[in-house]
């Protein structure tokens, strides 16, 4: 029925499936001299739910981190029957689910073992059902994403191909309504200022661009409701690639994910005159530890801290300015994302506006986070000896010291406490 020969290992065990009424024998050995051995005799009730569709274990969506095993549940489906799969043809658990309504499932299976197989269908696998969906793995991990399913009945199958046999896993479910909506929810211009209005309600749009910006051949750049699209017409729209033209009043149609429409019009004018704006509208570092503090008048200074380990010898900043200004530092021309600076010191930034003539200087000060205890000399951890399996990690205290220091050694590459 089952054996299991640990060759020189300290353990040996075997696992069966026992009937009411039944005798069994249990033999052991030894291949070296005899010895006394410890051996423990363990009965593991058999599961009531989930074996098979009849008594399916219910769930309710959304299903998070859902732990279970395959083990111990019989293999009742294979790959002769529904889905025709043969990750159905290890054992198997079923569980069940009831749908009020049409939408889009998704989920996702993780096991330590490979070999693995989710299955989702409108009845049992051996009564003629229709699989909806079927995510299988020559590893450890599968998953699908809005997989079309209607309102009703479903049974969810985890197996595997053996082998293994069986496996432990964990399992997401989540089921989402098709979407309604269809707003607009942001719309620009890098043309745009002054004040902007989306009016969800009436279904309009109105903005103001740049006096010198030809309304010709404006590009915007927007968001809608999730999985929704628009069109101008007959001409697909894209966010930051299509470009229209805006010297009348334009309508966009607003399609949802269920097909609905809404009509939204777009109106734009051109300014009466130059942009006098001169502001730092966000500010921020990839290695920044919050949010900057952003002051305009009366002082135009930001303050920002970054990581204690960053180099603010060699920083490139993200910012945004007032709409068709230009930024400089000293005599160069400063481009958010790309340009680097030494902010060891406070660094001016020089913002025109773009009437090119209203200045300001705007000062950002960085500082760095307090360095954890640790990580220096200067603030190394204190200890008392004797030191017995002190436990910790290198990792988060950077890699301040190298084999050009003392002790000239690779092993002092990487980052050290």
């Known amino acids: 029925i089952a054996s299991d020969d640990d060759y020189c290992s300290i353990q040996s065990e075997v696992q069966f499936q026992c009937s009411i009424g039944s005798t069994y024998y249990i033999h052991w050995t030894n291949w ?34 859902l732990i279970g095993t395959t083990q111990l549940y019989g293999d009742d489906y294979d790959n002769t029957m529904a889905c025709a799969s043969s990750y159905m043809n290890g054992d198997d658990i079923v569980y069940e689910f009831t749908l009020a309504q049409d939408g889009f499932i998704s989920g996702d299976l993780t096991s330590p073992e490979s070999w693995i197989g989710m299955f989702i269908l409108d009845g049992c696998p051996d009564a003629g059902a229709n699989c909806i969906v079927t ?40 089921f989402r309504l098709i979407n309604t909506e269809t707003d607009i929810l942001t719309y620009s211009f890098p043309e745009e200022t002054g004040v902007k209005t989306i009016d969800n309600v009436a279904h309009t749009v109105a903005l103001e661009v740049s006096q010198t910006a030809a309304l010709t051949a404006l590009i915007a750049d927007f968001t809608l409701s999730d999985f929704a699209t628009a069109d101008i017409g007959a001409t697909p729209q894209v966010s930051g690639v299509t470009a229209n033209d805006f010297t009348g009043a334009v309508t966009y149609t607003i399609t949802a994910e269920d097909l609905t429409t809404q009509d939204w019009t777009v109106t734009v004018t051109n300014a009466v005159a130059l942009s006098s704006e001169n502001d730092f509208l966000a500010y921020s570092f990839p290695e920044e530890t919050g949010p900057a503090t952003i002051i305009g008048t009366p002082t135009y200074t930001i303050d920002i801290e970054v990581a204690w380990d960053a180099d603010v010898t060699n920083l490139i ?54 360095a954890p205890q640790g990580a220096l000399c200067g603030n190394p951890i204190s200890l008392t000896l004797p030191v017995v399996d002190l436990m910790g990690t290198t990792e988060g205290f950077g890699d301040d010291y190298d084999d050009p220091s003392v002790c000239y050694d690779w092993y002092l590459d990487g980052d050290d406490i």
């Open 317 to 370: 900043a993200d910012f945004v300015s007032s709409p068709l200004s230009t930024v400089d530092i000293g005599v160069v021309p400063q481009t958010s994302g790309l340009t680097s600076n030494d902010f060891t010191s406070a660094v001016t930034y020089t913002i025109t506006a773009e009437d090119g003539i209203t200045i300001q200087d705007w000062v950002v000060t960085v500082s760095l986070e307090p």
């Open 32 to 65: 070296y001299a005899p010895e006394e051995y410890d051996w423990l005799l363990e009965e593991i009730p058999m599961p009531t739910e989930g074996l098979i569709c009849a008594n399916a274990i219910l769930l309710t969506l959304p299903v998070v981190d």
């Open 135 to 174: 995510s299988t793995s020559t590893g450890s991990f599968t998953s699908f994403i809005d997989e079309p399913i209607t309102a009703g009945t479903y049974f969810v199958v985890v197996s595997s191909w053996p082998s293994p046999q069986f496996i432990d896993f964990i399992m997401n479910l989540s």
